[in-house]
């Protein structure tokens, strides 16, 4: 089971959208709907930003919001702050071994 | 509020084992599994492996069979994760983290585990 792959940056303004891309296969982001978002900041532990494609937890900005269409799931963060830029991984339930896939991580910057 | 508090950072030497510990407060500790999550410096997130706190049923990534163990204690609502044969490569940050609907919701804080070359 390979890595899920996302593109390595993704920069843009304060204000602007953004969306981050999370390619898969059958077997894991389009074929279930247990995809998950992290965001990190330097030397900090993952924060769960959207569950389940497109659910956000509690006390998580409605800038965030996620989907999938096919094996691509997306985030996009809408109206960029500096509190943004930090490192973000999407994450898949496989059904198999191994039960999980990270992936390969994205490096948001802003502007 | 939930909780999961790790150890403290651990220095081994190549071949010696480590064991990070992962104490779950704030609800209840056999609802949920807990998985383990690794991260060197500069990299991404791994995967590694889950636990059922409730059954103590377990699974590993191919890489680890056979030198790493997840375990619990229920009584102090504590898991743990053990890998044995160190070497440089696990040289990383170790996450427990407890899973909710395939989601990782809760993490703990880290702990640095460094295996000198």
Same mark, same amino acid.
């Given at each position: 089971?390979s890595?899920?792959t996302?593109?390595?940056s993704?920069?843009?303004?304060?204000?602007?959208?953004?969306t981050?891309s *999370?390619?898969?296969?059958?077997?894991?982001?389009?074929g279930?709907?247990?995809v998950?978002w992290?965001?990190?900041h330097?030397?900090?532990?993952?924060?769960l930003?959207?569950?389940?494609?497109?659910n956000?937890?509690?006390?998580v900005?409605?800038?965030?919001?996620g989907?999938?269409?096919?094996?691509?799931?997306?985030?996009?963060i809408?109206?960029?702050?500096a509190?943004d830029?930090?490192?973000?991984? *999407?994450h898949?339930?496989?059904?198999?071994?191994?039960?999980?896939?990270?992936?390969?991580?994205t490096?948001?910057?802003v502007? | 509020?939930?909780q999961l508090v790790q150890?403290?950072a651990e220095?081994?030497?190549?071949?010696?084992?480590v064991?990070?510990? *992962?104490?779950?407060?704030?609800y209840?500790f056999?609802s949920?599994?807990?998985?383990w999550?690794r991260?060197?410096?500069?990299?991404?997130?791994e995967?590694?492996?889950?636990?059922?706190?409730?059954?103590g049923n377990s699974?590993y990534?191919q890489?680890?069979q056979?030198?790493i163990t997840?375990?619990?204690d229920?009584?102090?609502s504590?898991?743990?994760?053990?890998?044995?044969?160190?070497?440089?490569e696990d040289?990383?940050?170790?996450? *427990?983290a407890?899973?909710v609907?395939?989601s990782?919701?809760?993490?703990?804080?880290?702990?640095?585990?460094?295996?000198?070359?």
């Amino acid at each position: 089971q390979s890595a899920l792959t996302q593109p390595a940056s993704v920069s843009g303004s304060p204000g602007q959208a953004i969306t981050i891309s *999370c390619t898969g296969t059958s077997s894991d982001v389009g074929g279930y709907n247990y995809v998950s978002w992290y965001q990190q900041h330097p030397g900090k532990a993952p924060k769960l930003m959207i569950s389940g494609v497109h659910n956000r937890p509690s006390g998580v900005s409605n800038r965030f919001s996620g989907s999938k269409s096919g094996n691509t799931a997306s985030l996009t963060i809408s109206g960029l702050q500096a509190e943004d830029e930090a490192d973000y991984y *999407c994450h898949s339930y496989t059904g198999s071994r191994p039960l999980y896939v990270f992936g390969t991580g994205t490096k948001v910057t802003v502007l | 509020q939930v909780q999961l508090v790790q150890s403290g950072a651990e220095v081994k030497r190549p071949g010696a084992s480590v064991k990070v510990s *992962c104490k779950a407060s704030g609800y209840t500790f056999t609802s949920h599994d807990i998985d383990w999550v690794r991260q060197a410096t500069g990299q991404g997130l791994e995967w590694m492996g889950w636990m059922n706190p409730a059954t103590g049923n377990s699974d590993y990534i191919q890489k680890f069979q056979g030198r790493i163990t997840m375990t619990r204690d229920t009584s102090i609502s504590t898991a743990y994760m053990e890998l044995s044969a160190l070497t440089s490569e696990d040289t990383a940050v170790y996450y *427990c983290a407890r899973v909710v609907s395939g989601s990782f919701d809760y993490w703990g804080q880290g702990t640095l585990l460094t295996v000198p070359s």
